[in-house]
C-alpha cells in the first residue's frame, strides 16, 4: 500500500517522526510519497513531488494537492493519505488497514451567548464548524452519504473515485466552495456511495504540546498544536530515536 504525505514545511519534525513510525511498526508499505514543499532531509526512498499552495485556506489546498497526486502520481490505486502528525505505536498491517469513521457530519445548531451561528456541536474553532456545516451540505446536495472521516490517523482513499469526481466537476466545484470542503470526507463518501464498506469505530487520540504519554490502547495518535522542545516532542524522540530508511 502506497503512502502519500500532504507537507507544507515547519521545520519537518514531526514528519521525520512519523516516517520512523512507519519504518518501525509499518507492514505491507508501499512506496511514500510527499507532495507540497520538499523536505530537505528524506532519502531517496521518499519520491517527493514538488506542488504549490495556491488557495488561502489549508484544506483547499490538500484537496488540490491530493488530486494533482491522483493524476500524475505513480502511486497504487488503493493508497493512504498521511498528515505529518500521524505516528503509529503498534503493528500495523497497511493493506488490511480499515477505512474508519468517527460519526455523522449532523445539522444541530447550537446557541452562544451572542447569537446563533449554525455550527455544529463538536469540539473545535468555528471555522472548522463551518468546514462541516458547508460539507455536509456539499454531500447532501450532491446524494452522497454524510459520513465523517477527517480523523487524525491515515485515511484509505482511491486514485480511480478521485479521478471520477474531476471528470464529474465535482472537485472543481469543492475548490470554488466559499467555505472548504473536508477532503477525506468527500472521496470516502463518494467511495461509499459507490461501494459500501464495513466501518470501524475508533477513538481519535490526539496529544496536545504537554502531553508526554501515549494513551494505553492506541495504536495511532497524532498531535495538535506541537513544539520543539516541547514534552510532546520528547515523547516522540523517546519511541522513534533512531534514523530510518526514509531519512538520509
Do not use: Q
Not at 484544506?59 to 502520481?73: G, L, P, T, Y
Not at 477527517?150 to 469543492?174: P, W, Y
Not at 502531553?211 to 495518535?221: I, L, N, S, T
Amino acid at each position: 500500500m502506497d503512502i502519500l504525505y500532504t507537507y507544507k514545511e515547519n521545520g519537518g519534525m514531526e514528519l521525520r517522526y512519523s516516517l520512523r513510525s512507519i519504518a518501525r511498526y509499518g507492514r505491507n508499505v508501499g512506496r511514500v510519497f510527499v507532495i507540497g514543499d520538499v523536505p530537505s532531509f528524506v532519502s531517496d526512498r521518499v519520491t517527493c513531488i514538488s506542488h504549490p499552495a495556491p488557495y488561502a485556506v489549508k484544506e483547499k489546498n490538500i484537496m488540490d494537492a491530493i488530486v494533482h497526486a491522483a493524476h500524475f502520481a505513480d502511486m497504487t490505486d488503493e493508497f493512504l493519505r498521511s498528515s505529518d502528525d500521524h505516528f503509529y505505536v503498534r503493528p500495523v498491517d497497511f493493506d488490511d488497514y480499515p477505512v474508519w469513521r468517527k460519526m455523522f457530519i449532523r445539522w444541530e445548531k447550537y446557541h452562544d451567548s451572542e447569537s446563533d451561528n449554525g455550527l455544529l456541536p463538536v469540539k473545535g474553532d468555528t471555522f472548522y464548524f463551518r468546514e462541516l456545516v458547508s460539507t455536509r451540505a456539499f454531500l447532501s446536495e450532491r446524494g452522497l452519504p454524510v459520513h465523517l472521516f477527517d480523523i487524525h490517523r491515515n485515511t484509505h482513499l482511491r486514485r480511480s473515485d478521485i479521478l471520477e469526481c474531476v471528470r464529474k466537476g465535482i472537485v472543481a466545484k469543492a475548490l470554488r466552495s466559499r467555505t472548504p470542503i473536508v477532503t477525506d470526507s468527500l472521496f470516502c463518501n463518494y467511495r461509499y456511495m459507490k461501494e459500501p464498506f464495513v466501518f470501524t469505530d475508533t477513538v481519535d487520540y490526539k496529544l496536545k504540546a504537554e502531553d508526554d504519554m501515549v494513551p494505553e490502547y492506541a495504536d495511532c495518535f497524532s498531535t495538535y498544536d506541537f513544539k520543539e522542545g516541547s514534552p510532546v516532542h520528547g515523547l516522540l524522540e523517546s519511541l522513534f530515536p533512531d534514523k530510518c530508511i526514509y531519512e538520509k
